[in-house]
């Protein structure tokens, strides 16, 4: 019963994590539409579950074997730079609206962004710091 209780803690941090997240923003840049954390749940888990378990087996792959950087990239860095490019997407904000209430994926930028923040490789690789956007106070960690 214990498992049981700590998993939905952790489903219950990214499922609010996520409901904070904008997807449209009215006229003057105010929050108009934010996504539904309860809705994009278990897309949102397989997300941050998938770039952890991914990132995982890349790093094993390598090992202890030196790689030279790439256009000033490290692996790491490729690695989720990739992750990135493949959810860039371009929609209408009438699109988004409708999106959220029916959609149980989020939106890419979140699907990223949401990920990434809560990942501690993300921001070993980049170098970021507690503070900055990319790192998430309350890191959300279901796996």
């Not at 049981?4 to 929050?31: H, I, L, P, Q, W």
């Not at 309860?38 to 997300?47: C, I, M, V, W």
Request: net charge neutral.
């Amino acid at each position: 019963m214990d498992d049981a209780k700590e998993f939905e803690k952790r489903a219950d941090c990214t499922a609010n994590e996520y409901s904070s997240f904008v997807s449209v923003k009215d006229d003057k840049g105010a929050a108009d539409v934010k996504l539904n954390g309860k809705l994009t749940l278990g897309e949102n888990t397989a997300d941050n579950g998938g770039l952890k378990l991914a990132y995982t087996a890349l790093t094993s792959m390598i090992g202890d074997t030196p790689v030279k950087p790439i256009d000033g990239y490290t692996p790491s860095q490729r690695y989720f730079l990739a992750y990135g490019q493949i959810w860039c997407q371009n929609v209408t904000d009438q699109e988004a609206r409708k999106r959220v209430l029916t959609d149980p994926h989020s939106p890419g930028r979140w699907r990223v962004n949401g990920a990434v923040e809560n990942s501690a490789a993300f921001q070993q690789a980049f170098g970021c710091k507690a503070g900055q956007p990319m790192v998430s106070e309350n890191a959300c960690r279901v796996w």
